[in-house]
Every structure is written in C-alpha cells, then in structure tokens.
C-alpha cells in the first residue's frame, strides 16, 4: 500500500584488538524489558593502548538461542550518541527478515545509553536548531578530560571485535542504520576476516560525514525535485528549486519572523533566522514524511510572503529536548570531532583553525550547495562545532582499508537528504559483491519507514542469499505533497450540492480538519510525547497518545474560519460532530461520519457533502477540494510510535 493511500486512509493524510586485552566470555542475565533477549555487560579498556587508565561498561542483548539460528546479526543504532539495547524488540521487528539463521545482538555503543552515556547539561539542552556554541563544547570536552580521546568510531569497532570473541562467534553479520552504517563499515574495514556481510539502511558516505555537509546540499536539488515529479507539487509550488532560492536569498538579507499559535493557542513571536536554520528545517523532513509533504508548500508560502505555514514547521524540526538515554549529545560531538575529516586537525592552534574553517569551501563551486550561500555552508558545518575541541587530542583515525569481499545489502530512500542515495552508489563501488535497494518517497530509514513491504522482500532474500531482484519497482512511500495553506474562504471551490458561500465554507472546513490530523502526525513523528499544538492561524488542537481522540479548540486554518470538536478514531461509529465559526452568519455544526460522509447545517440551511477518493487537500478546478476526514487509528498510531521511536539523528 502506498504512502498516498495511507494518507487517505489516516486523514490524508543505525585494528586488531590488543593482544593485551583478551575478550571475556558474556554472563547474560535476563533483561528488563526485552523478554526474547538476555542481556549482559562486557568490559573493556577505555585505552587499548594504557596510556590513559579506565574501564568501560558494555551493555549488551543477546537474543535467546533459537532453532537453526547458528550465526550472529549486530544491529547497529545512528547519531553518532544512540543507544540500541532499549530498542531491541524494535531492531527485531524490523530485521525479522533477515533473522531466520541469526540470532540478534545489540550494544549501547561507547558513551552511549547504558554504556557510560557521556553527559554534559549545557551541551545535551542545545536543539536540532540551535547554534553549536564552541565555548560550551570546548567546557565539555575539558571537563570529560584526557578519556575524550577514545569515543572515536574506531574505538567502537574494537569494542564490537570484542564482543564477537566474547560471544565465540566466528564471524558476525552487521547491520547499521544512518551513522551505524560507518560503525559496520569501519569493522570491516579493520577486521574483514571476522565479517560475515553487511546490511547497511541510509548509508553514510564511504569517507564518512561531509565536515561541511556538501553531499546533502549537492543531492538537495534533486530531492525536491524528485519529490514535485509528475505535477505531485501542483498544488503546492510550480518549481520547489526556484522557490528555495527565493527564500535563501531573502533569508541572507533579514530573519524570517512572524506570528503563530503556541501549544495553547497564543500568539506567539517565532523567527527562523538564517539559510543554516533553514536547511536544518528540511533536512528534519527526512524522518517526518508528514512534515517533509508540507515542506514544498511552506517554503513557496514564505518566499511569497506568507511566514506561518514553515515558521510552524521549526517547532517540528527543533523537536522536544532528548535525554541522555536516548541521545547522549556529548558523545555526538566526541565522535564527529574524532572522526570527521576537517580542514584542520586538532594540533591546530585556535586561531588558524578559524582561518582554516572559514576557508574549507574555497576550492567548491557555488552550483555544488545552490541555492544555499557559501556563508550558510560555512556556518552550518561540522568543521565550526569542533572549533575549540581541546588542543592536541590525537584520536583513533577511521581506517581506509579496503572493504572485504562479503555480501552486502546497502538501502537508501529516493527523500533521504542526510544519506542520500549517492552515498550508497558511492560506497557500492568498493563492495564487489554488493546490491543496492532504492525506495521511491521514502526518507532516511528505510526499513522502518517502508509501509509497502518491498524493502522486507528485498532483505528477506538476501538473507537467503538471493539477488534481490526489484521489489520496490514500481512502489512508493511518498505522502501526497500537500496544498500551500490557503488564505481565504474565497479560494476554496464550492462543494458539489451544496450552494454559495456556504460550498466553500464546507470546504474550507473539511480543510481545517484534515489540517489538525496532519498536524497530530507531524508531531508524533518529531518525537513529543504529548501530540498537541497551534493552528496555523489561531487556536489550537491535542490527540490522545494511542490516536483514539482528536480535539479542536477554535482551531484557524484559513482566516475567518474557526472550527471545534472531537474526533475519534473507529471504522465503524460516526468520527464526530465540530461546530464552525464562520464569517458573519456562516457558523453551524458538521457531523463526519465512518466513511467521511459530511451531513449538517451552515448558515441556517442543511448540507450534505460525500468525498470522492482523490488524494489529499488539492487543488481542483476553480479551487480547492479537501479529501474524505479521518484521524489516524489506534492500530496506526503505536506502530508509528514502535517504528520511529529511536529516529533521533540529530
């Protein structure tokens, strides 16, 4: 079933160990939560070398043994900073396919989750969209001291090579997603005799993380482009390309600020201030297809005037504050300021790092990152966060040996921004007997975030050791692209049967609805707990955790144009009834029933509206038509909480 249709059906809507150190054996112990597994900690030296004393505490899960699973597959999560073990039951999920003669194993990495999470408030309170402050990495990075060195990527597979002796495997088969991807890449790279194969989901590049994030930007044009294919942007944007360069351009001159709804319904002051702000909002679209659907829209509305459709965007984008656990932000910053290659190294005195730093994009061409500036691509950079990382580290380089000849299965979604689908062509280049699996409309993740099952087709035979052939032909992920928010009633075309002003109204209305749903997804997929907030223009909505519920409060799509109501979630009773404020004398009550049918009284006269089938809020003929209203199922809703829990890659 594709995106689309399950748009409709909702609401339209991861060196040799030293021969010093010899591995321990694991003694397992039940775990808290994952009942299929048995978890156990493995300790290693924090410096394989002694230099610098200390100890470090795996947390590993080990699935029970099974029937005819006699070799071992490690997951691996992203970040850099992730944990994997309180995700166990969910890597299962995802990876059933390929689990038939594997048992699954999981490790918190280093620095992360139950693995000595590194922590540092100043660095861990600081969101998706806020500035990195060198003054407070370079605070952390002195108060972790002379331990900073080894929280490299390279520290981790030594760790992993460990745990494969501990486990008395003979050789293990790895999976990793986004950043996982390097961490499997790296231990093959060092240890290619003890590597099995590779399933690598959103790959990172075959050098790693760009300092300057220059694979995104090179592949942004063709995303946007990708993703307005076939008039599916119609409704929203003529030429997404040409509206972001509008936008970037206005962005270099001055903030874009303006006024929305906060989670109360207040009117709130909010800016996005800069193009780095900007591209960080759309790179957010990778895990959040509802938001990403809306991008194309937002951004035409703003380059035109309209600031409120993308400035409620960065509430999605910045996303609500990680706890440790489930992110450790200091070990993100550890890890890239080891790994990353920068246009200067960490024996390089402050002042020429700046200089360095400020000049890393000389040798690029504009066309590489347009229609961002040079400025933004400077600022946004990995090479600016590690500025003041202390002077004269010398962590573990990432190794640059050849990748083994094993089979590998490399996944990359067509939307991905962050791991385009060009790190996976590049990288295919090195893995002689590797096959690469593209996924139309699909984002970063692919193997949570496919709903057509292609992708657990693709995996399900090359764990068989099959060619995986093309099961995602002719499938596709994508969410409708949706309308750019209309500004008045007037835009809205009337409802079939039902006269005047009060056609468009019921349009409008519908409109509003499918809004709020949409909004509710946005915002289970940004990660918040509580699934409520703003309007566009005024009031505000709030859903219950498991979907069953859909409240409305005054809630202002379209200005002049209030609705209100509750809404429930159930194939078979009616969804609900809202009341409407409407414009003068145009107020009164509409009752959604199971099939959307539409039955009620506007402006003192009853109306009646049954949607066709056509995909989510578009524009047709003279105006607008909104789709049949649906909140999303309680079914939907916990496998979407299940699937995208751990997608926290900043």
């Known amino acids: 079933m594709s995106r689309a249709v399950l748009l409709a059906l909702i609401g339209l809507l991861g060196f040799l160990v030293a021969g010093a150190h010899p591995a321990e054996a694991l003694t397992t112990h039940k775990c808290p939560k994952a009942t299929d597994f048995r978890c156990a900690t493995l300790s290693v030296p924090l410096d394989r070398s002694a230099k610098v004393p200390g100890t470090v505490h795996l947390s590993v899960a080990v699935e029970r043994p099974r029937k005819g699973a006699d070799g071992f597959l490690l997951a691996l999560s992203g970040g850099p900073g992730q944990p994997s073990v309180a995700f166990a039951d969910s890597f299962r999920a995802s990876l059933a396919p390929a689990l038939a003669h594997r048992r699954l194993v999981l490790l918190d990495q280093r620095g992360t989750g139950d693995s000595g999470a590194l922590r540092c408030g100043p660095l861990q309170a600081l969101g998706t969209l806020d500035v990195v402050n060198t003054r407070i990495v370079e605070s952390c990075a002195n108060a972790l001291g002379p331990a900073r060195q080894f929280y490299a990527t390279t520290d981790s597979a030594q760790d992993i090579e460990a745990l494969r002796q501990a486990l008395g ?7 990793g997603v986004s950043y996982g991807t390097y961490v499997a890449v790296q231990y093959a790279r060092q240890f290619p005799a003890s590597t099995d194969g590779l399933i690598l989901d959103s790959v990172v590049g075959p050098d790693g993380i760009d300092a300057y994030f220059l694979d995104t930007l090179q592949r942004l044009p063709r995303v946007l482009a990708e993703q307005c294919a076939g008039a599916r942007c119609a409704a929203a944007t003529k030429d997404p390309v040409a509206d972001l360069g509008t936008l970037t351009r206005k962005l270099a001159q001055a903030p874009l600020r303006g006024t ?4 109360r319904g207040v009117p709130h002051e909010t800016a996005i201030h800069d193009e780095s702000e900007l591209l960080l909002i759309i790179m957010s679209g990778d ?22 459709p993308l400035l409620r965007m960065r509430r999605l984008a910045q996303g609500p504050a990680v706890p440790v656990r489930e992110l450790s932000a200091t070990l993100n910053v550890a890890t890239t300021c080891a790994d990353v290659k920068l246009p200067y190294t960490l024996l390089t005195p402050y002042p020429d790092r700046w200089t360095l730093w400020r000049h890393g994009v000389d040798g690029v061409p504009d066309s590489a990152f347009a229609p961002f500036s ?5 600022d946004t950079s990995l090479a600016h966060d590690c500025l003041r990382w202390p002077l004269g580290d010398m ?6 040996a050849p990748l083994p000849d094993v089979p590998a299965l490399l996944l990359s979604g067509r939307l991905d921004t962050r791991t385009p689908l060009e790190n996976s062509k590049e990288l295919l280049g090195q893995l002689p007997h590797g096959q690469l699996l593209t996924v139309a409309g699909t984002g970063h993740d692919v193997l949570d975030s496919d709903i057509t099952g292609c992708a657990a087709r693709a995996l399900k035979r090359f764990a068989d050791g099959r060619e995986i052939g093309t099961p995602c032909a002719g499938k596709d992920n994508a969410v409708g692209v949706l309308a750019r928010p209309a500004k008045s009633i007037a835009a809205y075309r009337r409802a079939p049967g039902v006269a005047g002003d009060r056609g468009r109204l019921l349009f409008a209305a519908l409109d509003t609805i499918v809004d709020a749903q949409i909004s509710a997804l946005q915002t289970l997929y940004a990660g918040y707990t509580r699934l409520q907030g703003g309007g566009l223009r005024g009031g505000r909505f709030s859903a219950s955790s498991d979907g069953a519920h859909l409240r409305l409060h005054r809630y202002e799509l379209v200005p002049g144009l209030r609705v209100s109501g509750v809404l429930r979630a159930s194939e078979t009773e009616d969804a609900g009834t809202v009341t409407v404020d409407g414009p003068g004398r145009l107020d009164g009550t509409l009752r959604i029933s199971a099939k959307g049918t539409v039955t009620g009284r506007l402006g003192g006269r009853a109306v009646r509206y049954a949607p066709s089938t056509h995909g989510a809020t578009a524009a047709r003929g003279s105006g607008r038509v909104p789709a049949a209203v649906r909140i999303p199922s309680r079914a939907l809703i916990r496998r979407q909480l299940a699937l995208h829990r751990r997608d926290l890659d900043p």
Not at 260 to 263: A, K
Not at 291 to 306: E, F, H, V
Not at 395 to 400: E, G
């Open 260 to 263: 929305i709804p906060d989670l």
């Open 287 to 308: 895990l959040n297809p509802f938001m990403q659907a809306a991008l194309p829209g937002a951004i035409a509305a703003a380059g035109a005037g309209d600031a409120a």
């Open 169 to 175: 495997a003979p050789k293990l088969e790895l999976m």
């Open 395 to 400: 962590p573990a380089a990432p190794s640059t």
């Open 374 to 378: 040079r400025a933004a691509v400077v």
